[in-house]
Structure formats: C-alpha cells, structure tokens
C-alpha cells in the first residue's frame, strides 16, 4: 500500500478561500497603483502644457472681465501657469478704462501672479500677490494753463500684497527717473 505524498501545505477549508482573497487584494492593489501612477503622470503633462503653451481661452477672458471690473484694460502677450511662481504675465500693458489718455500706462516685462491655491479648487481665483519685474510706468500729469507733463517710471519692480476687504499693500518698489533711483 502506498501513502500519499505530503504535501507543502496542509489541506484545509480555509486555504482556496484565503488564497482568493489574496488574488483579490493583490490585483486592487495593482490597479489603483496603475490608477495612481496614470494620474500623476496626467498632472505632469498638465502642468506643462500649461507652463509651455499657456492657459485656455476661458481663464485668460476670466482674468480680463475681473480686472475690467475693477477699471482696468489688461494686455499680454502670453499668460502661463508655473507652479513655483503662480500664473506669469509676459509683455503685460496695463491703463484704465475711464480715463485711458490722462491715467497711467503700466508696461512689464514680466508679471508673477501668486494665487490663493485653494480658490482656485472653487473656480474663481482670488489673488494674494503681485511681482512686478522691469516695467514702465508712464502717467501723464494735466496741469491747467501749461503743456501737460509726464512722470516716467523706468526699470520698476516690486511687491504688491493683496489684504482681504480690499486693502492693499505695497512692500516694495523701485525704479529710476530722471536717471536717479527712486
């Protein structure tokens, strides 16, 4: 009579039963894995896209109407998102709409626009800062009975921080007139 050969493990009922739900565990985890990867890997092409060709139409209109509604004519040549520095102007001009040949001409190089990132989750973005690197600021002074005359701002930068309700605060500013750093 011959015996059966012993094998590695012991036969019980709990064995296929576990072995399943291992398989089981296994493969979600290999899944939502791939799930995972594939998303990072969709955030990454998206944020160069964006960095390299630009934002879409809709957000650039978006950002048009809301500094229309606060009196001014915005610009640009190219607008971008980097995510180190927020959504970057390039070439910006910008004047105000009721009075645009007696109010000031801003003209930038470059224009860092800090978000509060989590605005941004609702749509609707509110603004913490502004960079301002190598501008122009050229506001005409009227004058009654004289030419009018014309203040210059060259090679301006600086910070300007946005407070809720409306206040503003200007860190830094610097450029030069006339030759002289002011």
Same mark, same amino acid.
């Given at each position: 009579?011959?015996?059966? !050969?012993?094998?590695?493990?012991? !036969?019980? +009922?709990?064995?296929?039963? #576990?072995?399943?739900?291992? #398989?089981?565990?296994?493969?979600?985890?290999?899944?939502? #894995?791939? !799930?995972?990867?594939?998303?990072?890997?969709?955030?990454?092409?998206?944020?160069?896209?964006?960095?390299?060709?630009?934002?879409?139409?809709?957000?650039?209109?978006? %950002? #048009?109407?809301?500094?229309?509604?606060?009196?001014?004519?915005?610009?640009?040549? @190219? %607008? @971008?998102? @980097?995510?180190?520095?927020?959504?970057?102007?390039?070439? %910006?001009?910008?004047?105000?709409?009721?009075?645009?040949?007696?109010?000031?001409?801003?003209?930038?190089?470059? !224009?860092?626009?800090? +978000?509060?990132?989590?605005?941004?989750?609702?749509?609707? +973005?509110?603004?913490?800062?502004?960079?301002?690197?190598?501008?122009?600021?050229?506001?005409?002074?009227?004058?009654?009975?004289?030419?009018? @005359?014309?203040?210059?701002?060259?090679?301006?930068?600086?910070?300007?921080?946005?407070? +809720?309700?409306?206040?503003?605060?200007?860190?830094?500013?610097?450029?030069?007139?006339?030759?002289?750093?002011?």
């Amino acid at each position: 009579v011959r015996k059966p !050969a012993a094998s590695a493990r012991p !036969a019980g +009922p709990s064995s296929p039963c #576990r072995s399943r739900l291992r #398989r089981g565990l296994f493969v979600t985890f290999k899944w939502c #894995r791939i !799930a995972l990867l594939l998303l990072i890997f969709v955030l990454i092409v998206l944020g160069l896209f964006l960095n390299h060709v630009g934002l879409p139409e809709w957000i650039e209109n978006r %950002l #048009r109407q809301e500094a229309a509604e606060h009196g001014w004519d915005l610009g640009y040549s @190219r %607008l @971008r998102l @980097r995510w180190y520095a927020g959504v970057v102007a390039e070439n %910006l001009h910008l004047e105000r709409t009721n009075s645009p040949a007696s109010g000031p001409h801003l003209f930038l190089q470059k !224009a860092e626009l800090r +978000p509060r990132w989590n605005s941004l989750l609702r749509l609707r +973005p509110e603004w913490d800062a502004v960079s301002l690197e190598d501008g122009r600021l050229i506001w005409p002074l009227p004058g009654t009975n004289q030419p009018t @005359r014309t203040l210059a701002l060259n090679h301006l930068g600086g910070e300007l921080v946005f407070h +809720p309700d409306d206040q503003w605060e200007l860190r830094r500013l610097e450029g030069t007139c006339l030759g002289a750093l002011v």
